[in-house]
T-cell receptor, first 111, second 114 residues
Framework: QKEVEQNSGPLSVPEGAIASLNCTYS??????FFWYRQYSGKSPELIMF????GDKEDGRFTAQLNKASQYVSLLIRDSQPSDSATYLC???????????FGAGTTVTVRA | ETGVTQSPTHLIKTRGQQVTLRCSSQ?????VSWYQQALGQGPQFIFQ???????GRGNFPPRFSGLQFPNYSSELNVNALELDDSALYLC?????????????FGPGTRLTVL
C-alpha cells in the first residue's frame, strides 16, 4: 500500500464548476497535510496546508481533513483555465521533516 | 517566486558519470531538502540538511550524497549515474525544523541520463 494515494486522473471540469480532489494516507502518525499545484515543466507550489480536522478555506480553495478516515481533500470552486495543473497531496509525521507525496491528479478546466 | 534557486536548469549525462546539482535557499532558511521527481510521479524525499549536517535520509543508495555550506546553500551529488536517475531534482528550503514549517521549492534541475 502506498503511503499517499490520490484519485487517478485526469479530471476534466468545465469553467466555473467545482473540482474535487481526494487523497488518502496510510500512516496514522501523519500530522500535517499539504496541497501543492504543479504546472507542466514547473516545480510544486504550495497552495494550502491543514493540520486540524475540519475545513480550511483560502479564496477559491477549501481543504478538508478527516484524520479518523485518513482522508484529505481539496475543493476548487469557480474553476478557471489557469487552475489546469497537477495537484499533489503531501503529508508529514509529527516531528518529522520529509514530505511524502502522492502521484498527483491532473486537472483540466475546459473553457 | 520562492527565493530558492537551482542550477543548472537542464543537464544531460551518460550512464556511469557523476553529477553535481546546486541549490541556494531562501534568505533566512537553514534547512534544505532534496527530492527526486520521476515523470508522472510525485516527488520522493532524498535527504535533508540542517546547519550543514544531514539529519534525515529517504530510501536512496549511498551514491546519492550531499553537502550544505555555511551560507545554507547545498549540493546534491550523484555518482555512477543510472538511466533511472533521469528525473526532475527539486530542492526545498524552510526556516525551521518543525513539520509545520512550510517548504518552498526551487525551479528544479532536469537531469537526463543517456
Amino acid at each position: 500500500q502506498k503511503e499517499v494515494e490520490q484519485n487517478s486522473g485526469p479530471l476534466s471540469v468545465p469553467e466555473g464548476a467545482i473540482a474535487s480532489l481526494n487523497c488518502t494516507y496510510s500512516d496514522r502518525g501523519s500530522q500535517s497535510f499539504f496541497w501543492y499545484r504543479q504546472y507542466s515543466g514547473k516545480s510544486p507550489e504550495l497552495i494550502m496546508f491543514i493540520y486540524s480536522n475540519g475545513d480550511k478555506e483560502d479564496g477559491r480553495f477549501t481543504a478538508q481533513l478527516n484524520k479518523a478516515s485518513q482522508y484529505v481533500s481539496l475543493l476548487i470552486r469557480d474553476s478557471q483555465p489557469s487552475d489546469s495543473a497537477t495537484y499533489l497531496c503531501a503529508v508529514s509525521r509529527a516531528n518529522d521533516y520529509k514530505l511524502s507525496f502522492g502521484a498527483g491528479t491532473t486537472v483540466t478546466v475546459r473553457a | 517566486e520562492t527565493g530558492v534557486t537551482q542550477s543548472p536548469t537542464h543537464l544531460i549525462k551518460t550512464r556511469g558519470q557523476q553529477v553535481t546539482l546546486r541549490c541556494s535557499s531562501q534568505s533566512g532558511h537553514n534547512t534544505v531538502s532534496w527530492y527526486q521527481q520521476a515523470l508522472g510521479q510525485g516527488p520522493q524525499f532524498i535527504f535533508q540538511y540542517y546547519r550543514e549536517e544531514e539529519n534525515g535520509r529517504g530510501n536512496f543508495p549511498p551514491r546519492f550524497s550531499g553537502l550544505q555550506f555555511p551560507n545554507y546553500s547545498s549540493e546534491l551529488n550523484v555518482n555512477a549515474l543510472e538511466l533511472d536517475d533521469s528525473a526532475l531534482y527539486l530542492c526545498a528550503s524552510r526556516a525551521g525544523q518543525g513539520n509545520t514549517d512550510t517548504q518552498y521549492f526551487g525551479p528544479g534541475t532536469r537531469l537526463t541520463v543517456l
